[in-house]
């Protein structure tokens, strides 16, 4: 019995033993909660607890309006991309490269052209056809250096551009592997010279027309140029611009400043073949010798004629031909009041 009564006090005795931390601690939780509220800090906290409050309208007004800006901003276009589209990334790289001019000649592309009847090769640049110089001085010009002279080829000039490595190469390839040396055993370089496709097409129809009209001596046709006889007098050349008739302005220049005023200068191809009007009437270079020639509507000049005047197509009377050819030609035999073509 007593040991069993002095083992529970001893029991007891340690379990209030374990128990003392603990009301300690919450008597000294107690003092110091005590101490805070009984304290003279409580008006700041109310002060602090004001301005976070402002602080949290602020934030809360800021907010608004920020929803009331995104509420009235317009919407984004729309845009639908197919599943099997390239990211946008890969879209902007590929559209920001640039190629280079002579792309198609780098991977080897080219193609044919037949003109007068003759296959020739051609090359592309910038989107644009281009044929070697050399190959269409000797498939295509050649049988008209043996009938012109330097007179007419003065009529007209033609931009020639340098080959490019890869544009020299594939011109090589050509001439070896596909046209068998054709063009010669001589390797194309950056140093010859292509030109422009359309210009070459437009060279050979001023050929075939000096031929026409130089060399076979028939009716002198009126798609291009001519000559008319103004009250049975005057001869003046003529040519078509934009499906009208235009005459020199020299011819009027200083008598009438109408005409000065409505005058426009003429270039490329109808030039050409006004100068060579101008050369087969032997007219003074001086006058049309340049890049640009002022030129006036045929039908405004009628208009400075009395009723009924004669505006005749005509074939001038001495004429430079000899200058032009490199043989002697026939007469012209000209149709009378041919109609045009």
């Given at each position: 019995?007593?040991?069993?009564?002095?083992?529970?006090?001893?029991g007891?005795i340690?379990?209030?033993?374990?128990?003392?931390?603990?009301?300690r601690?919450?008597?000294f939780?107690?003092?110091?909660?005590?101490?805070?509220?009984g304290?003279?800090?409580?008006?700041k906290?109310?002060?602090?607890d004001?301005?976070?409050?402002?602080?949290?309208?602020?934030?809360?007004?800021?907010?608004e309006?920020k929803?009331?800006?995104?509420r009235?901003?317009?919407?984004p276009p729309a845009?639908?991309?197919?599943?099997t589209?390239k990211?946008?990334?890969t879209?902007?790289?590929?559209?920001?490269?640039?190629?280079?001019?002579?792309?198609?000649?780098?991977?080897?592309?080219?193609?044919?052209?037949?003109?007068?009847?003759i296959?020739?090769?051609?090359?592309?640049r910038?989107g644009?056809?281009y044929?070697?110089?050399?190959?269409?001085?000797?498939?295509l010009?050649?049988?008209?250096?043996?009938?012109?002279t330097d007179?007419?080829?003065?009529?007209?000039?033609?931009?020639?551009?340098?080959?490019?490595?890869?544009?020299?190469?594939?011109?090589?390839?050509?001439?070896?592997?596909?046209?068998?040396?054709?063009?010669g055993?001589?390797e194309?370089?950056?140093?010859?010279?292509?030109?422009?496709?359309d210009?070459?097409?437009?060279?050979c129809n001023f050929?075939n027309?000096?031929h026409?009209?130089?060399?076979?001596?028939?009716?002198?046709?009126?798609?291009?140029?001519?000559?008319i006889?103004?009250?049975?007098?005057?001869?003046?050349p003529?040519?078509?611009?934009e499906?009208?008739?235009?005459?020199?302005?020299?011819?009027?220049?200083?008598e009438c400043?109408?005409?000065?005023?409505?005058?426009?200068?003429?270039?490329?191809?109808?030039?050409?073949?006004l100068?060579?009007?101008?050369?087969?009437?032997?007219?003074?270079?001086?006058?049309?010798?340049?890049?640009?020639?002022?030129?006036?509507?045929?039908?405004?000049?009628k208009?400075?004629?009395?009723?009924?005047?004669?505006?005749?197509?005509?074939?001038?009377?001495?004429?430079?031909i000899?200058?032009?050819?490199?043989?002697p030609?026939?007469?012209?035999?000209?149709?009378?009041?041919?109609?045009k073509?």
């Amino acid at each position: 019995m007593e040991r069993d009564w002095k083992s529970k006090f001893h029991g007891k005795i340690m379990r209030l033993k374990k128990q003392r931390p603990r009301r300690r601690m919450s008597r000294f939780l107690i003092i110091i909660s005590i101490s805070i509220i009984g304290s003279n800090k409580a008006p700041k906290c109310e002060t602090l607890d004001k301005e976070i409050e402002e602080i949290a309208k602020k934030i809360k007004l800021a907010n608004e309006n920020k929803m009331a800006k995104l509420r009235t901003a317009p919407a984004p276009p729309a845009r639908i991309i197919s599943f099997t589209q390239k990211s946008p990334n890969t879209v902007v790289k590929s559209e920001s490269r640039t190629l280079p001019c002579d792309w198609p000649s780098i991977q080897g592309q080219f193609g044919w052209e037949e003109m007068d009847k003759i296959s020739i090769p051609y090359l592309t640049r910038s989107g644009e056809k281009y044929l070697s110089l050399r190959m269409v001085k000797q498939r295509l010009l050649q049988k008209y250096d043996n009938w012109f002279t330097d007179e007419v080829r003065s009529c007209f000039s033609i931009t020639a551009l340098c080959a490019t490595t890869s544009e020299a190469k594939l011109l090589n390839e050509i001439n070896f592997r596909h046209c068998d040396t054709f063009y010669g055993q001589l390797e194309f370089t950056i140093a010859d010279n292509i030109i422009r496709l359309d210009d070459v097409k437009e060279m050979c129809n001023f050929y075939n027309f000096c031929h026409l009209i130089l060399i076979e001596r028939v009716a002198v046709p009126h798609k291009k140029c001519g000559f008319i006889k103004i009250a049975a007098q005057n001869c003046v050349p003529y040519t078509w611009h934009e499906d009208k008739q235009y005459v020199p302005l020299f011819y009027f220049e200083g008598e009438c400043k109408y005409l000065e005023e409505r005058s426009l200068p003429l270039t490329g191809w109808d030039l050409a073949y006004l100068k060579l009007c101008c050369k087969i009437q032997g007219i003074r270079k001086t006058l049309f010798d340049g890049e640009s020639v002022r030129v006036v509507e045929l039908e405004l000049v009628k208009k400075f004629f009395p009723p009924g005047t004669p505006f005749d197509e005509t074939w001038p009377t001495h004429t430079s031909i000899d200058t032009l050819v490199l043989r002697p030609v026939p007469k012209l035999v000209l149709t009378k009041n041919p109609t045009k073509g």
